[in-house]
């Protein structure tokens, strides 16, 4: 069974920064494509960060210089780093895991505030 459950995510002011956290189980973590994914209320979910297989990342360009994803193959772990955090990054961030572009499963989701 598929499980990708997602940590980390909270209350922080703008400027600042925090790391999400995405555990993977069920499936061949090395072989897939790990995403991160946000979604605002009352907008569309978008992607925010990518990484492949071998280790290449794209990003949204709104968050470009800002954030960083990482993977830890022998942990089955996606990390997202998140820095110089702005009130438009508040959203809820979902893990997924894809397999030549089809989807193999997402996370429930974690909140992420960014409020003085």
């Known amino acids: 069974q598929v499980q990708l459950v997602e940590s980390g995510g909270g209350l922080v002011q703008p400027g600042g920064s925090l790391r999400l956290s995405c555990t993977v189980s069920?499936?061949?973590?090395?072989?897939?494509?790990m995403g991160w994914y946000r979604q605002a209320p009352g907008k569309q979910r978008e992607l925010v960060a990518r990484?492949?297989?071998?280790?290449?990342?794209n990003y949204a360009d709104s968050v470009k210089g800002r954030f960083t994803i990482s993977r830890d193959n022998a942990k089955n772990t996606v990390d997202l780093h998140m820095n110089s955090l702005k009130p438009e990054d508040t959203a809820v961030y979902y893990c997924?895991?894809?397999?030549?572009?089809?989807?193999?499963?997402w996370g429930q989701g974690t909140q992420v505030t960014v409020s003085s």
């Open positions: 997924n895991a894809k397999y030549v572009s089809r989807d193999l499963g």
């Open positions: 069920g499936m061949n973590f090395k072989l897939n494509t």
């Open positions: 990484i492949t297989s071998g280790g290449s990342t």
